[in-house]
């Protein structure tokens, strides 16, 4: 038995030796049907076998070209419509003698094939040398291939991204899946008996009578164990959620084991298909396909739902007939092999999660090895609608995105917003909310991703988007304070070399690189634009552009954010010997248009700090802290200017020193304000989004021995 590397492949070998046959697997063609076809209107198809999982009904027909091909047709919840077709994998034997496994059937040969639910299919291929392998079809053009070649392979059932196989003689029976988006490693060997598989569990027959033990397929562990009541060493086992169907052999005795009420109630005996709370037999005696219906969990009379000829074939499941154990239809092939889908009638069980292919709860949107995106998968046990929704940490959304139809909600985030704009940094709460095409059931599960590499936030010059303070010592160090979220500074980054009297403006990002750059402004009046380094230290000689001279003259520079509303990151200064106010409009290339003064003599207030935008109203703000302690609110127009003063607080704080709006530094999505007072203690106030903010916290001392904090 050759063993070789197992993995998802793209076409190029098939495609190859498809040339040679004028043909392209895996292409799309012309549909030989109109673009949706009534139920009541049959779907030719050449009778040479059928599939129904998770609502794609998957046949074998001829391609425009003539030549074989697996098809695959999306069906309505209501069967009442079958979609075009979409060719998949080639039927036909190529160049080299190699083909898809086929077994005697009415039609000549049928090719025996398993859904997964979510669109993939499972298939056996023979190469030129008569070896078998499993071959599963994620979508048109690409494909996973077990490793295991031998002169027979079974596929013995196949869910979502696990499946289990015999292969030899005597039979191996392998368990094996992949993910989507990670790697996975469930691979198990072991002697082959009748199995099963829902989502992650795997259903086996014990060498016990009646006995069934469920296996955790990733924890690689029995997780339950029961005692069906069935009179034999159990021979075959189907497993669709709540009930777990099991029989004695092709005439013995059959039942399903209901694991909500615990007990088994007995079926009809003989080939047969569960669906969700029914069974399906061929009685071809009387020529139909009889259905039983136990979803109650007690078995009612069978009843007829299709006819369906005797046919020359004991066993025709997969052949003639076939049932969504993922939904409620029926499909099967007529005398002239056209195939139609009937619905059971019967309700199914409230929607659930089988299992989860999901990402870590970290996304770096800058990650050099290609992994910038959130990439997670949920099959479902039915068909669904989903709407997956990421908000900010203000609780805020940024982005949502919808799909369903199928049972698996796939989907991979980029880390942008629904304006194509990258996110901010930070922590990022998300929801998936799964629907029920039919019947009863809402699927809901949340989490958390840690965004870094977005956007900054106001005040952020590190990686993440809390708010950071640069302080200045006497030794000519300057000094980055990351801000953590808890409301409280916690790591440094320092660079030495500075002259006294360099005064920082935490900035913005003025580029692409989404790292904020820094502002300072040298004692001799020249404004310098940093350019960002993410938390990197800054020293005098780090790359940098001239902004010009002529700054000493302005007793207050800061940064409020985008003021006027065109996406640039703007300034605010006041002039030291009028008091006047102005705004600098940021331009292109990260430079500043003319000033233009939107306020007079101002110089009544002790401190004046940029906040970004504290009262809610997504506008850049501006506080003013006067010589009487008054704390004093200017709320951005968004056209560059504030309207008039607002008061927040009275007799507040006439101890500071310095008061700078520093970002979100709690991790709630609101500007918070940071104070240091005459004896060097530092104090936060928290934002609460509506302009005003809560009693002061002291967050740590000694904060004196700074000559300047921004």
């Known amino acids: 038995m050759a063993r070789y590397a197992r993995g998802r492949i793209a076409l190029t070998s098939f ?14 063609a012309a549909p030989v049907a109109p673009a949706a076809a009534a139920a009541a209107d049959p779907v030719p198809t050449t009778g040479r076998g059928i599939e129904l999982s998770g609502g794609l009904l998957h046949t074998v027909e001829q391609a425009p070209t003539g030549r074989p091909y697996i098809t695959q047709r999306q069906v309505t919840a209501d069967a ?28 000549g040969s049928c ?44 596929l013995v059932d196949l869910t979502g991204s696990y499946y289990v196989m015999n292969a030899g003689s005597p039979a191996t029976q392998y368990v094996d899946g992949w993910l989507t988006y990670r790697s996975s490693n469930v691979r198990m060997t072991r002697s082959a008996t009748a199995a099963g598989v829902w989502g992650t569990r795997l259903w086996t027959a014990s060498s016990a009578t009646g006995a069934l033990t469920a296996l955790d397929i990733v924890q690689k562990k029995v997780v339950e164990t029961v005692a069906t009541g069935a009179p034999c060493v159990i021979k075959e086992v189907r497993a669709v959620g709540r009930w777990v169907y099991w029989n004695c052999g092709p005439s013995g005795a059959a039942g399903v084991w209901d694991r909500t009420a615990g007990k088994s109630v007995a079926v009809p005996s003989g080939p047969a298909l569960v669906g969700d709370g029914y069974l399906v037999r061929h009685d071809r005696t009387a020529g139909k396909l009889m259905l039983s219906d136990f979803h109650t969990g007690a078995v009612a009379p069978p009843r007829p739902v ?3 000829p005797a046919g020359n074939t004991a066993d025709q499941r997969g052949l003639t007939w076939a049932v969504d154990k993922f939904g409620g239809d029926i499909a099967y092939l007529d005398a002239g092999h056209a195939a139609h889908v009937v619905p059971s009638g019967v309700p199914t069980q409230p929607l659930e999660k089988i299992s989860a292919d999901q990402d870590d709860a970290y996304l770096d949107l800058k990650d050099s090895s290609g992994g910038q995106v959130w990439s997670s998968a949920w099959q479902l046990s039915k068909p669904a609608t989903w709407t997956f929704t990421v908000k900010d940490g203000s609780g805020q959304p940024v982005r949502t995105m919808k799909g369903g139809g199928g049972t698996e909600a796939d989907l991979v985030w980029d880390g942008r917003t629904d304006t194509g704009a990258y996110t901010y940094s930070g922590t990022h709460t998300w929801s998936l909310t799964a629907t029920a095409r039919e019947g009863s059931g809402t699927y ?35 000094t980055q304070h990351f801000g953590q979220q808890g409301g409280v500074f916690s790591g440094k980054s320092s660079g030495a070399g500075w002259p006294a009297g360099s005064v920082a403006i935490p900035f913005a990002d003025t580029g692409s690189d989404r790292c904020a750059e820094l502002l300072v402004r040298m004692p001799a ?37 985008d003021l006027n509303g065109d996406a640039r990151p703007d300034l ?25 003064r939107i306020g007079s003599a101002l110089g009544k207030y002790a401190r004046m700090t940029g906040v970004g935008d ?15 302690g008054g704390l004093w609110r200017y709320d951005g127009l968004g056209t560059g200017r504030f309207a008039g003063r607002a008061l927040v607080a009275s007799d507040w704080g006439r101890s500071y020193n310095v008061v700078v709006g520093v970002g979100d530094i709690t991790g709630d999505g609101r500007p918070d304000l940071v104070e240091r007072d005459t004896s060097g203690r530092l104090f936060r106030n928290n934002g609460n989004g509506k302009g005003a903010f809560s009693s002061r916290t002291q967050i740590a001392t000694g904060w004196h021995v700074y000559k300047g904090i921004f």
């Open 444 to 478: 809901t599960v949340k989490g958390t991703i840690g965004v870094s590499g977005g956007r900054q936030g106001f005040h952020d010059q590190a990686y993440h988007s809390y708010g950071d303070l640069l302080t200045f010592n006497s030794n000519g160090t300057l």
């Open 614 to 628: 504290i009262t809610g109203d997504g506008r850049a703000d501006l506080l003013a802290h006067d010589r009487n």
């Open 525 to 561: 009046g020249e404004l310098r634009r940093y350019s960002g380094r993410c938390g990197g230290a800054y020293t005098p000689s780090s790359s940098h552009a001239s902004l010009g001279t002529g700054w000493q003259q302005y007793d207050v520079m800061t940064s409020t954010g």
């Open 572 to 596: 605010v200064t006041r002039q030291k010997s009028t008091g006047d106010v102005y705004f600098h409009a940021g331009a292109a290339g990260g430079k500043f248009a003319a000033r233009v």
């Open 111 to 154: 090719i025996r094939l398993k859904g997964a639910g979510n669109g993939r299919y499972g298939v056996v291929a023979v190469d030129g040398w008569g070896k078998e392998t499993l071959q599963v079809w994620i979508t048109k053009n690409s494909l996973h291939i077990d490793d295991v070649t031998s002169g027979s392979v079974e």
């Open 80 to 107: 009442s419509e079958v979609g075009a077709p979409a060719y998949m994998s080639y039927v036909g034997e190529y160049a080299d003698g190699s083909h898809l496994k086929a077994v005697p059937c009415d039609a």
């Open 15 to 28: 495609a190859v030796l498809a040339t040679a046959l004028g043909v392209v697997p895996g292409a799309q």
């Open 306 to 308: 299709a006819d369906l």
